[in-house]
């Protein structure tokens, strides 16, 4: 892979989808089951609907997930269902793990940005890839959600970067464009992505950093 000597660049990757696979059907599922509604995992369901505002801290756990069941949710099951969500989000997808172990190794500085809801945040804490990360950033702590140009300021902020200094990855389109809107190198990750190549060919096709 190539690399430039500024150490000022970053990389900085989305987690669902990227770091971690998607939910299994199984998984869904599970979910469903504990919910007491059907297709979670379609994108008109209560899941998603509610999910911006749940990632960006607006709703509490009990709020939202009875939201998502059309039912009053306690504590003690909104707790369990975010134990369930977390673990159906908690396959990690090994060859971006060994891609981000060898940049780690290099000297490279990562971060993660996330769209994730305080409770799956926590759940993750102290997981063996976190360390991998200089910087964790959580939609919920932050309370923004991508693709909203706010959340990149305040992340460029946080790594003192200039935009051109980092280069990010994430599975959504709308989050990429807006991350190039804004001057960052945004590079579209998908299930048949190879990794290595995609961060090689995007620092390729790039101009130099600029200190």
């Known amino acids: 892979m190539a ?16 770091i971690s696979t998607a939910p299994t059907p199984q998984d869904w599922d599970l979910l469903a089951e504990s919910v007491g509604v059907d297709r979670l995992q379609e994108p008109t369901s209560a899941y998603w609907r509610h999910r911006g505002a749940y990632d960006a801290g607006s709703l509490t ?19 369990w269902l975010d134990v369930l969500d977390a673990n159906q989000w908690s396959h990690l997808n090994l060859e971006t793990l060994d891609v981000l172990e060898d940049l780690d190794a290099r000297g490279e500085r990562l971060a993660v940005l996330s769209n994730m809801p ?9 997981a063996p890839w976190t360390r991998l990360f200089r ?20 992340v460029l902020a946080e790594l003192q970067a200039a935009p051109g200094q980092v280069t990010f990855v994430d ?19 998908e299930p048949s992505s ?7 060919e995007g620092l390729a096709v790039s101009p130099a950093f600029q200190e």
Do not use: C
């Open 3 to 18: 690399r430039t000597d500024s150490p000022h660049r970053w990389y900085l990757f989305d987690y669902g989808n990227v």
């Open 61 to 79: 756990s009990d709020e939202y997930w009875s939201l998502v069941s059309g039912r009053r949710i306690g504590p003690a099951r909104s707790a």
């Open 118 to 126: 305080a409770a799956m945040a926590v759940q993750f804490a102290g």
């Open 135 to 154: 910087h964790s950033f959580f939609s919920s702590s932050l309370r923004l959600v991508k693709p909203a140009p706010a959340i990149f300021d305040r």
């Open 171 to 189: 599975d959504s389109p709308a989050n990429i464009a807006a991350a190039k809107g804004m001057g960052i190198r945004g590079l579209l990750f």
């Open 194 to 200: 190879d990794l290595s190549r995609l961060l090689a």
